[in-house]
């Protein structure tokens, strides 16, 4: 929970301060007073104010947000020696170049931290298929589980295999097979040995990317050996003589090629409630052996408490199940690094884009939606993983953060500049009684928003 919060903080503190200081930037650049820099709200723990620029900077007791105060004769008077330094009355150019300062300096972050982990390199899974869910798309095609894919595209009847991009890691083809999907487009995969395979992921018309998407697309994760790690004492594993690191090679005489299939076929031992005794053979530091395995039979729930009773049976051995896919680090140029993390920041940018757009026409769930407290549980997450993680989580909010300011809806930067466009097509601002309107919808919208947000946070976490 310690590490959870504080992971929280910092990560909102550093975007909030990365945002309002784009803001404060273009605003000194542009020629406008800046009176206040606020990081948080509520009680204000330390204030400084600059001597040469009379700039009060502040660090409140919440960090949930944060604003820069500049000088305005729409909120107080103004002296008529500084009313050049006053932000309504800049020329437009100006005014969209320091609203549109804040979502941008959060985008410019996120290549930043991209480009870094680029650099430095990211541990990642090799791009090897594990056993396909049986009656897949991926099962369709002909995966059985172990090829390497070495390139990947949208599929095209005109398509060569050098038109396909590079696949260097296992999250580079769920990113692509993620996109796809949303796009409504099939996928062509080249392998290690030259077979090319289709994927159909047209026929999915698929709604979001979650869990269930990829168990129809039947790629679940990586190649991960269907080995025996830690035994649980007085468990089904333990009894059967099993050991850590016993490498299963097949059960009642099928073949096992990865550990979801092992899993799978534990789980199915128990159908009718009573364990059916299992024959594996295994590898034990090259001594093959034949053991005898009678899982424990567990009720599993279907649904809500309503239906715990009613659960269905399955099998467990007390033991943990499967090896560490095998890894390679990732790591690009200066130049080759820095672009990745601009690609990466555009395509992230671009599917959360798509997301909202398809939840507002109905096409997308609104459990996409997440809130402060999903937030704080994948910041605390990542934290725990390394710093890799940590930034990878990072880049990927900074972006949401950057793209949310964006959207027009008043209250927001985007629509500021909604606002200023319309400026710039009519000559004149819109009126106070238009904007007065306006943000009340857009107070509407933020709070319906956040309180979908919010009821998602609570349902994914606790319910």
Known sequence: MVLTIAAFVLALSLLIAIHEYGHYRMAVACGVKVLRFSIGFGPVLLRWTSQKSGTEFALSAL????????????EAPVATQERHRAFNVQPLRSRVLIVAAGPLANLGLAVLLYAVLNWGGVQ?????LGMPVPGSIAEQAGV???????RAGFDAPDLAPDDLQSVRSFEDLTWLLSQAALAGRDVRLLLDDGTQLRLGLAQLNAREVDADLFERIGLMAPLSKPEIGDVLPEGAAQAAGLRTGDLVLSVDDLPVRDSRQLRELIRASAPDGVAQVQRWRVDRAGQFLVLEV??????????GAEQ???GRTVGRIGAYIGAQPEMLTVRYGPLEGLWQGVVKTWDVSAMTLKTLGRMVIGEASLKNLSGPLTIADYAGRSA??????????????SVSLGVLNLLPLP????????????EGLTGRPVSEAGQARLQRVGVFVLVLMMSIALVNDVTRLFG
């Open 63 to 74: 960090p949930l947000g944060g604003y820069v105060k500049m000088l305005d004769e729409r």
């Open 124 to 128: 990642m899974a090799v791009p090897v």
């Open 144 to 150: 059985v589980g172990g090829e390497r894919v070495s």
């Open 294 to 303: 009678r899982p424990d039979v567990v009720v599993q729930p279907v649904g």
């Open 308 to 310: 715990r009773q009613a």
């Open 384 to 397: 725990s993983l390394g710093l890799s993680a940590y930034l990878l989580f990072l880049a990927l909010i």
């Open 411 to 422: 209250l927001l930067d985007g629509g500021h500049l909604m606002y200023y466009l319309w």
